[in-house]
Nanobody, 122 residues
Framework: QVQLQESGPGLLKPSQTLSLICTVS??????????WNWIRHSPGKGLEWVGV???????DYNPSLKGRATISRDTAKNQFSLQLSSVTPEDTAVHYC??????????????WGQGTPVTVSS
């Protein structure tokens, strides 16, 4: 059974950088033709795909984030992470990590983390 767990600070001020980590157990993020996604949900925007890092290390991002997102991984710890720079209150959302198939649209997701709330407020 694959399990994903998000971690990171829940409260940021505008212009700060959001850093989240997803720790994966029960599956290796470097094998199996899977893609490891970051997704977020807010009442105003609904569900929004943020970006992905594939089993081979390739990354892809939602163009609407205008280059603010960076996804990387630590294969020794079987973790992947999200950094989102210059946050604004519009980035307030519950952030999830999830596994999908390799290749666009990297969905449907078969395993999700429980989600971690992020609030951006001055």
């Amino acid at each position: 059974q694959v399990q994903l767990q998000e971690s990171g600070p829940g409260l940021l001020k505008p212009s700060q950088t959001l850093s989240l980590i997803c720790t994966v157990s029960g599956g290796d993020i470097t094998t199996g033709y899977f893609a490891w996604n970051w997704i977020r949900h807010s009442p105003g925007k609904g569900l929004e795909w943020v970006g992905v890092i594939a089993y081979d290390g390739d990354t892809d991002y939602n163009p609407s984030l205008k280059g603010r997102a960076t996804i990387s991984r630590d294969t020794a710890k079987n973790q992947f992470s999200l950094q989102l720079s210059s946050v604004t209150p519009e980035d307030t959302a519950v952030h999830y990590c999830a596994r999908g198939p390799y290749g666009l649209p990297y969905a449907p997701y078969d395993y999700w983390g429980q989600g971690t709330p992020v609030t951006v407020s001055s």
